[in-house]
């Protein structure tokens, strides 16, 4: 989340600067400006594919879960308690060695 307000921050400052080149005039400055934007539209891409693929794994895993627990639900009941007495059972473990 951190990252994606800093990319967030980089392209309104870079937005800004390209608004305030807008009136300055060669080939240089032209061709800059092209690289730039070109640079910019292809991280907000690369930015908003990467959001959408995390969030279709997302679903993925929880619908996978979801069909594991309505077709299987005392074995996910149990596989849930093995899980959570195994972590409790390590966390006292730690806690007494300290």
């Known amino acids: 989340m951190k990252n994606l307000?800093?990319?967030k921050s980089l392209v309104t400052d870079v937005e800004e600067l390209l608004a305030e080149l807008q009136d300055a005039r060669g080939p240089e400055v032209?061709?800059?400006r092209?690289?730039?934007?070109e640079s910019l539209d292809a991280?907000?891409?690369?930015?908003g594919q990467q959001s959408s693929d995390a969030s279709a794994r997302i679903r993925r895993y929880a619908t996978s879960v979801d069909h594991y627990i309505n077709d299987y639900p005392r074995l996910a009941f149990?596989?849930?308690a093995l899980i959570f007495g195994t972590i409790g059972y390590l966390a006292?473990?730690?806690g007494r060695e300290r």
């Open 5 to 7: 307000k800093s990319f």
């Open 30 to 32: 032209q061709d800059l």
């Open 34 to 37: 092209d690289r730039v934007e």
């Open 43 to 47: 991280a907000k891409r690369a930015i």
């Open 78 to 80: 149990l596989s849930g």
């Open 92 to 94: 006292g473990a730690a």
